[in-house]
């Protein structure tokens, strides 16, 4: 539905942001999670159960004005190695840090990103619970960036923190359209709490599930976002269509 509507309105996607302009300027990091690779071949066009998104939608994210995207979801391999390459490819291009996939010219692990606003350096971390069964290259085991190996991604942020003085993990996981975080999520954020990460902000339910602040016996404070919800999408069940920005000062 977004293409076709996309092709009545001069082929463009500037629209999808078009009401959201202030909000995402007016933030010193403005963030999004991009749920599907890239294609800049039309024929490719594909929605449901694998996706391939016009390059243009990419353009669209640029001229909003968002500095980061997180790529790490279950359809980040929708396209194999070629879309991973395409997405990553176009927002380095155009100034945009794109986290949790490497292309295939990365070969090591780079698990994180720094980037200073205001004199603090924020660490950003960027993972998926899965990549709907379709396998990681072998030659590029760290493509998608997974939370599956529990001691490595402790080690991740231990690693982010001792370079940074904020650390913000992005977490695609949970059950889709469900009201309350699974426990997968609770058995992460429990993970990411010890680690001492100061925010983490979910996505891939599709709809709205609470956020909290979690506190260890050392005093340490988590702000929680279990799931955002939709930003832009075309499904058409009731509780897909509220999403939510999380917005928090440091």
Request: hydrophobic content about 35%; overall charge negative; charged content about 20%.
């Amino acid at each position: 539905p977004i293409y076709r509507y996309a092709q009545k309105h001069g082929d463009t996607y500037d629209f999808l942001f078009e009401n959201l302009l202030d909000a995402i300027t007016q933030s010193d990091l403005a963030i999004i999670n991009q749920e599907t690779p890239f294609t800049d071949d039309p024929s490719q066009y594909s929605d449901y159960p694998r996706f391939a998104t016009p390059l243009p939608v990419g353009s669209a994210i640029a001229k909003a004005g968002f500095d980061v995207v997180t790529c790490a979801t279950n359809h980040a391999l929708d396209l194999g190695s070629t879309g991973i390459h395409t997405t990553k490819s176009f927002f380095e291009e155009n100034d945009i840090l794109c986290l949790g996939i490497q292309h295939v010219g990365e070969k090591e692990k780079q698990p994180y990103e720094i980037v200073t606003r205001n004199g603090i350096r924020f660490a950003l971390l960027n993972y998926t619970y899965g990549t709907n069964g379709i396998p990681m290259p072998s030659e590029n085991p760290y493509m998608v960036h997974l939370l599956e190996d529990e001691a490595a991604v402790r080690q991740d942020i231990e690693n982010a923190k001792s370079e940074s003085d904020f650390v913000i993990v992005f977490a695609h996981w949970g059950t889709e359209n469900a009201p309350q975080p699974d426990e997968f999520q609770q058995d992460w954020a429990n993970i990411f709490l010890h680690c001492q990460v100061d925010i983490v902000v979910g996505t891939h339910p599709h709809m709205l599930q609470p956020y909290t602040v979690l506190k260890d016996d050392n005093g340490h404070e988590m702000l929680l976002y279990y799931s955002i919800g939709n930003f832009i999408s075309a499904q058409s069940e009731r509780s897909c269509i509220k999403g939510g920005m999380a917005t928090f000062t440091v």
